[in-house]
């Protein structure tokens, strides 16, 4: 089984690191988001990986090489213009065409998620999988009494458990190909083309740590996390 990672963007966002260094080789707590990704997909079963690169993709491949290093099989496919999400795995195609079905990550999460759930969860009549997080609040959040309006307690950053959002980790059964664009995103064309026809299915994880890096903040919060963390410690 193949996991593939999405690391061909520009992270703008995290400018002036990006100018040099591509998103996925940031450095979160001594070690690139890219290689605690490998970890945490070696972790779970995963050797046998595919990244889908592009902005400073001579960096990429320097870096990680085969995988050896990481104890996994890494090859590449590269896109000479930015695809965008849906794109950058049609590019691949020729790759993944003869496989029943393969895990997609986005370059940017950091998780410790099961992934095989989502495998497990591609029945007969659904041709993809969606992990789904519950989202955390970018701010800390006051209780109080509704009635008084007393003060209660102040929760940092908490969960918001009736709001779901998409974690950027995916397994998809191979006809997806048939709904990918040559360029754009994924998240524009295919999911919500499978969703209309009923082919897309969500995995809620409760209790998983899930964090997108998108911000000077997130990599400082991220450092302090991943090194606590079991999968990582084993």
Known sequence: MKAVILAGGYGKRLKPYTENVPKPLLSVAGKSILEWQIRWLKHYGFKEILIC?????????????SGTKYGVKVGYVVEDEPLGTGGAIKNAEHILK?????????????TDLDPNELLEGLEEKYLGTIALVQLPSPYGI??????TCKVLSFVEKPRLMDYWINAGVYAFKREIFNYLPEKGDIEKTALPKLAEEGKLRAHLFEKVFWMSIDSHKDLEEASKIIPTLSIFSK
């Open 53 to 65: 690169a592009g902005y400073l993709k001579e960096k990429l491949v320097n870096e990680v090489g």
């Open 98 to 110: 003869n496989d029943e079905s393969f895990l997609l990550i986005n370059g940017d999460i950091l």
């Open 142 to 147: 006051v209780k109080f009494d509704e009635k």
